[in-house]
């Protein structure tokens, strides 16, 4: 069964940063593409940056230059470095692993971790 866990959020202040983990365990991680996304109360869930296999990062636009999707295949982990935190990024933030075609583009959650930005 595969399992995402997701760690690293927290309060911050505005302005603040925080570096969100997501371990992945029964998979090939380095084969699969990982994203962040969140969701805010009352909001549909949006995506927050993508990392697909080969290195292509995908940005939200109302984050880009402010968060770093990265992964460490031995360690089977992405993070998600964010900065600059406004109020308007407190939310649920999960991690995301979809597998590739050939083994179904199957997707998984993680069950979220919330970040909190306020004064």
């Known amino acids: 069964q595969v399992q995402l866990v997701e760690s690293g959020g927290g309060w911050v202040q505005p302005g603040g940063s925080l570096r969100l983990s997501c371990a992945a365990s029964?998979?090939?991680?380095?084969?699969?593409?990982m994203a962040w996304y969140r969701q805010a109360p009352g909001k549909q869930r949006e995506l927050v940056a993508a990392l697909i296999r080969g290195g292509r990062t995908n940005y939200a636009d109302s984050l880009k230059g402010r968060v770093i999707i990265s992964r460490d295949n031995a360690k089977g982990t992405v993070y998600l470095q964010m900065s600059s935190l406004k109020p308007e990024d407190t939310a649920v933030y999960y991690c995301?692993?979809?597998?590739?075609?050939?083994?179904?583009?199957?997707?998984?959650w993680g069950p979220g971790t919330q970040v909190t930005v306020s004064s």
């Open positions: 029964e998979i090939i991680f380095s084969i699969y593409d």
């Open positions: 995301n692993a979809k597998s590739p075609s050939w083994m179904g583009s199957r997707t998984y």
